[in-house]
């Protein structure tokens, strides 16, 4: 019953930033741990990022380390992927994603509600 919109998506020049949010509905997500993931042209859906309920505990696939940056806001049911430095490789639609019962550093299987995903595409 949970139902998650992923917006912010768009074409970027390579090095640039944007942000892309999650807004969930439903339920509160106070109670859940939210990810993001990713899906690039031709390539399975990966893990990107992850975030426990409480927001105390993250979680990034190495490549997007020191670069990309989740947050959560739970007063206004959505969370974010702040993504800076970005490289045509971060090309990809991006998803998010809740789990009732995780912890912040659960396998993709585990997430029981999903987005539809939004499109972010880097320009060399």
Partial sequence: QVQLVESGGGLVQSGG???VSCAVSGRTISSYA???FRQCPGKEREFVAAISWSGR???YT???KGRFTISRDN???TVYLQMNS???EDTAVYY???NRYG???DPQGSYGSWGQGTQVTVSS
């Fill in 103 to 105: 912890s912040g550093n």
């Fill in 57 to 59: 505990l993250t979680y």
């Fill in 75 to 77: 007063a206004k049911n």
């Fill in 96 to 98: 998010c994603a809740a």
């Fill in 34 to 36: 939210m990810g993001w």
């Fill in 17 to 19: 930033s944007l942000r």
């Fill in 86 to 88: 970005l490289k045509p």
């Fill in 62 to 64: 190495s490549s997007v």
